[in-house]
C-alpha cells in the first residue's frame, strides 16, 4: 500500500527493509586534539560560555583533509577508515547503522524474553513472543517446505481471462500480495479531511522501470541475475530447469511491459501528476479491460464511490495488456505464480531464502546474510509495529527525554517564521499564507499518545507463513477500513524504535520517532551547537519540506492548492533550479551522476535544515558564543555536528542503486552540498574564495 511522506534518509528505514547491521571493529585511538587552523577569531569576551560537553567526535577527525576543500573527509575519514562496511551490510553509518545495531539488540533482548513466555503481564507479550518465535523456528518451516503457498499457486491458475485476472488480483491483494498494481487509502489530495481509495502503478519485480529499459552493462548484469533468481524459485517449485526458465523469460516479459507503461520517479514526485480523481463508474473508462466490480468486491470496497488513478496512463496501458493480445496469459500466470512466492520468500525455507539473497548481492553488493535473529526481529518490528514499540519505548526514552526535543522543535519553527518574515523574494500575500501553513503545522514526538489495537492478530507458534499473514490481513483489513472515513490525524506512520524522521504534507505534520532522538542526533550531555547540528538540523529539513518543490503545493490544511502568486512562484522555481544544476554535476563511481530533479526535494530539505537550526542555536546562545570544552568555536562544532551524522560508506552496487532510484542524494553531498552554499560555514573555517567549500555562486532558496 501506498504513503506518500517525505523522510530524513534513505538509510533510515522501519526494521523489516534496514540493511542488517553488524559489529564494528574497534575505532582507531582517538587523534590528539588537531589545531583548528580554520578557527574563527576568538570571539568577543562578553560572549556566552556554552557548557557540556563538545559532541565532536575527535577520533574521526582527518587532519590531513582541509575542512575548506572537503568538509565531508575532514569530518568524516577517520571513521570511514576505522569503520569498513560489514559482511552483511550494504553501507555503513556512524548514525543510522550504528544506531539501529543498538536498537535491534534492545528488541532481541524484548523478544527473546517474550519467547521464553517472560513479561506475561505487559502488553502483547505472548503475541509477540509467538511471532518472533514461529520465525526463529527453522526446522519447522523447513518441514512445512513450499506447502503453505499451495491456496494461492493454486488461485493463480483461475486467471485465464481479464474477468478472472481481475477476481484474482483483488483475492491477491486483499492477502497482502502486490501484482500488476498496488492499492489502499489515501487523503484526497483536494480534500484532505477524507479518505479514497487510490490505485498506483507497481508490478515491477526489480527496483523501478529503468531497469527493464536500459541498455548498459550494469542494468544488462542486473537483468540476467534477476532471471536466475526468478528460474529458480521455479525449480524450487518442481519445475525442470528448461520449463522454469521458459516460465522466468514469461514473469520479465510482462514485467518489462508494465514498466514500458509505468510513469519516471521524476514524474511521481509530481502531486499533480499523480492526481485523477475518478468516481466508481468512471474507472471503466480509464481502464475497461479492468473488471473493477470484481477486483472491488473482493475486497469489500465494491460500494466505494470516489478513488484516485494516480497514473491514468498506466492503467490504460495496463487495460491494453489484458486483451490478451500482447501478453498471453500462460505469461500472466506465471508472473503472478513468481510474486504469490517471491513475497512470501522470509517466511519459507532455507534454499528460497537463499536465492532471494542471491539476488540481493547482485542489486546491492551484501557479501553475507544478517543472522537469523535479527531477520526475526525486523519482521516482527514490521508486522506489529506498535506491540513491539512498547516496551522499547519504555526502556530507551523517558518523558523527559520527549519534553526536551519539543523545546528544540519550538526553537526550529521559531527560526523559520523569523526567516519568512525577512525573505527578501517572497510577497507579503505569499508570506502570509507560509505563516499561517507553518502555526499549523502538528508535530508527534516519539510515540503515540493512543497504541494501535492488535487484538484480531493471531501468531501461531508452529507456522511462521501463517502468523505474518494473519498480521497482513488484519493490517490490510485496517486500512482498508480508512475509506470513506474522516482522516484519523492520531495515526503514526512509523513505528517509534525507527531511526527517521518525516513530514506529511496531506497533513502538514512532522514525525519524529523515538528511535531517532539518541546519540549522535540527541543527548542531554553534550552542549547545545552538537544537538542543534544533529536533530536540530532534522527538525528543519522536515519542516523545510512543508515548502520545497512538493510540500509547498500543499495548503495548511494539506490540500493541493496552489497559494503561491505568479511572480513568487517563479522566483522558487529559479532559485530551486539553482540547487538541482548543482547536484546534477556530482558523480559517484565515475560515471554515475547525482540527479538533482529526483533529489531536488531533499536537497531543498538538507539546506534549509541547516540553515535554521543555526538560526536557531545562535538566537539561544548569541553570535560571539565561546566553547567551554573542546578546540572548536561553537559554530564549527554545529558544522561538525552535522557533518559527522552523516559519516559512513556504501558498497560500489549500493552506491549506484541510491543514485538510481533515491531521491536522497550520497553522503558526502549531503555534506558538502548545503555547507558550500552556506556563508556561516566558510566564516566559521575561515574558508576563501576558489576552495571547494566556497562556491563563487551560492544557491539561496531558504
Known sequence: MKR?????????VPFLFAAACGTPPAALPPPPPPPVPSAVPEPAPQGKVVEGASGVDMSAIDTQVSPCEDFFGYACNGWIKAHPIPAEETSWMRSFSVMREENEKTLHEILERYAKGEGKDEPYAKLLGDFYGSCMDEAGIEKAGKKPLEADLKLVQNAKDAKSLSKVIGKLHKSGTVVFFDYGPEQDFKDASRVIF??????????????YLKTDKRSEELRTAYLTLVQTVFELLGEPKAKAKEKAAAVFAVEKALAEISSTK??????????HPTKRDELAKVAPNVDWASYLGELGMEKTPDFNVAQDGFFKGLSALMDGKKLDYAKVRAYLTFHVVRDALPTLPKAFVDAGFEWKKAISGAKAQPPRWKRCVRATDAALPEALAQPFVKKTLGAEGKDAVK????AVEEAMKQNLDTLGWMDEPTRKMALVKLAKIAN????????????????????????AKSADAVEIARQLGKVGKPVDRAE???????INAYYEPL???????????????YSNTVAAPSNYGGIGMVMGHELTHG??????????????KSWWTPKVDEEFVKRASCVEKQFNEYTVLGDAHVDGKLTMGENLADLGGVKLALMALEKQIGPNARQADGPYTPRQQFFLGFAQAWCGSYRDESMRLLVATNPHSPPQFRVNGPLSNTKEFAEAFQCKPGQKMVRKERCEVW
Do not use: C
Not at 521524476?266 to 501528476?273: F, G, H, M, Y
Not at 523545546?407 to 519550538?410: E, G, M, P, T
Not at 503514526?492 to 525507527?498: D, E, I, K, Y
Open 4 to 12: 506518500a511522506f517525505s523522510s530524513l534518509s534513505a538509510l533510515a
Open 198 to 211: 487510490a490505485v498506483h502503478q507497481a508490478g515491477l519485480g526489480m527496483p523501478e522501470r529503468e531497469y
Open 266 to 275: 521524476q514524474d511521481l514526485r509530481e502531486p499533480q501528476k499523480n492526481y
Open 407 to 410: 523545546k528544540l522543535i519550538v
Open 444 to 467: 508527534k514526538i516519539a510515540y503515540p499518545d493512543t497504541w494501535r489495537s492488535y487484538d484480531a492478530v493471531k501468531a501461531d507458534r508452529a507456522s511462521y507463513f501463517a502468523s
Open 492 to 498: 503514526w506512520q512509523m513505528s517509534p524504535p525507527t
Open 507 to 521: 497533513l502538514n505534520e512532522m514525525v519524529f520517532p523515538a528511535g531517532i532522538l539518541r546519540t549522535p542526533f
Open 547 to 560: 515548502f520545497d518543490d512538493e510540500g509547498r503545493q500543499f495548503d495548511a490544511d494539506g490540500n493541493l
